[in-house]
Every structure is written in structure tokens, then in C-alpha cells.
């Protein structure tokens, strides 16, 4: 039902691997957003782009590397990662960038564990 | 620092009971948006409030914006298992959406 897709939804990789996160949206926005979601911690906005622009970079950690290769796509890039970053990695889409009034839609998240 | 507040974190109570979360800001917040994460699930839009003191109902759920536009609450009444899950407020600010830390609602059936 969402406009939103996310893949995988699942993943496990070890400190020392190279993965990459995909989401989708075919709602025809134009700003998409990479959100963390810890346990006990509230959603922490990690990157915004619009127009395929990287907007937000909100202190990330170097290790996460994001990609928007055009309107619709949007890729998260990981390597090396802490078992810390362990979570729920959420992309999420909006009409337009830098508009707080638009609501946002997200997709079902993929959940990742760090050994 | 965090700029929405939300309490409670937690909270649980008997099928049939209402149940309240509130949204509180330091800053004035062009507008807020309600979302409501089943679990296992993503964030799903319920409603946007933009005008000062203004409420809004949907079926058992209503939303109400505070008159200084600085706090918010969703209400739901006579609760359902269908309700468990969690809702997150999230206040525009400076032309971001910042969410607070939402409240896990859980029922007994």
C-alpha cells in the first residue's frame, strides 16, 4: 500500500562489509529523507534531498554515504559501520524539500544489525 | 537539543479506556503533524493541524492545536486493539518537520 519501497528489508553484515540500503518512492515527490529509528530515541533526521541535491547532512558519520541518483531513488551506502548503528533505517518522501507543512510518506524501513 | 516533546513515553490501559498523548515545544510551531507507527511497521500520516486553538476529529481520535501554537494532544476515546502502536507528533520548525519521541500506546484486550 505505500508509495514508498524500501529494500531489503532485513540485513546483517559484519563491521568490516560494504552494503547499500534502497528505497523508491512513485508518489512523484521531489524531496527524499534517510531517518534512524532506535529503540527509545526519536526519528533522527540523517539526510534530505531534493531535486536529486543533497540539502541536510545532519552530522553523519562519515560511513554512511547517501546517493540520489535522480527524483525517485535514493540509496544509503555503508561501510564500516559500529554495532551501534544497529536500527530501523526509514526513507521517507515529501512534495517538495524545506516545506514542514507537507506531510511525509514512509516505506516499511530496513532493519539492520551490525555484528 | 530535542525541540518536541512528547509524553508519555509509555503508556497502557484496559480495551474500552481512553488514552491521551500530548506534544509540547518551546518554540512555536508553524504547524503539527500526527503519524501513527503500527508495530513492526512505518510512520503513517493522520492529520495536520496548522491554525491556533483549532481541533480536529477523526472517527474516536481527535487532535486539538494549543492557542499559543506550542503544544498539541491527540485524544483517542473508548480504545480498540486496533489502536495499539506508536504516535508520534511532529512540529514544523523553522520549515523542518521535528518529531518528538512518540508515545507506545499498548491495550489489553
Known amino acids: 500500500e505505500t508509495g514508498v519501497t524500501q529494500t531489503p528489508r532485513h540485513l546483517v553484515m559484519g563491521m568490516t562489509n560494504k552494503k547499500s540500503l534502497k528505497c523508491e518512492q512513485h508518489?512523484?515527490?521531489?524531496?527524499m529523507y534517510w531517518y534512524k529509528q532506535s529503540a527509545k530515541k526519536p526519528l533522527e533526521l540523517m539526510f534530505v534531498?531534493?531535486?536529486?541535491?543533497?540539502?541536510e547532512n545532519n552530522s553523519v558519520p562519515s560511513r554512511f554515504s547517501p546517493e540520489c541518483p535522480n527524483s525517485s531513488h535514493l540509496f544509503l551506502h555503508l561501510h564500516t559501520l559500529q554495532p551501534e548503528d544497529s536500527a530501523l533505517y526509514l526513507c521517507?518522501?515529501?512534495?517538495?524539500?524545506?516545506?514542514?507543512?507537507?506531510?511525509?510518506?514512509f516505506g516499511d524501513g530496513t532493519r539492520l544489525s551490525i555484528l | 537539543g530535542q525541540q518536541v516533546m512528547q509524553i508519555p513515553q509509555y503508556q497502557h490501559v484496559q480495551e474500552g479506556e481512553d488514552f491521551t498523548t500530548y506534544c509540547n515545544s518551546s518554540?512555536?510551531?508553524?504547524?503539527i503533524q500526527w503519524y501513527k507507527q503500527r508495530p513492526g511497521g512505518h510512520p503513517v500520516f493522520l492529520i495536520q493541524?496548522?491554525?491556533?486553538?483549532e481541533v480536529k476529529k477523526q472517527k474516536r481520535l481527535t487532535f486539538q492545536f494549543g492557542e499559543a501554537k506550542k503544544n498539541s494532544s491527540l485524544h483517542i476515546t473508548a480504545t480498540q486493539t486496533t489502536d495499539v502502536g506508536t504516535y508520534f507528533c511532529?512540529?514544523?520548525?523553522?520549515?523542518?518537520?521535528?518529531f518528538g519521541q512518540g508515545t507506545r500506546l499498548t491495550i489489553n484486550p
Open positions: 521517507a518522501s515529501s512534495q517538495d524539500a524545506g516545506q514542514g507543512n507537507q506531510p511525509q510518506h
Open positions: 508518489l512523484g515527490h521531489n524531496a
Open positions: 534531498y531534493s531535486l536529486e541535491e543533497r540539502v
Open positions: 518554540t512555536t510551531l508553524s504547524n
Open positions: 493541524l496548522v491554525k491556533s486553538g
Open positions: 511532529a512540529g514544523e520548525i523553522a520549515q523542518k518537520l521535528v
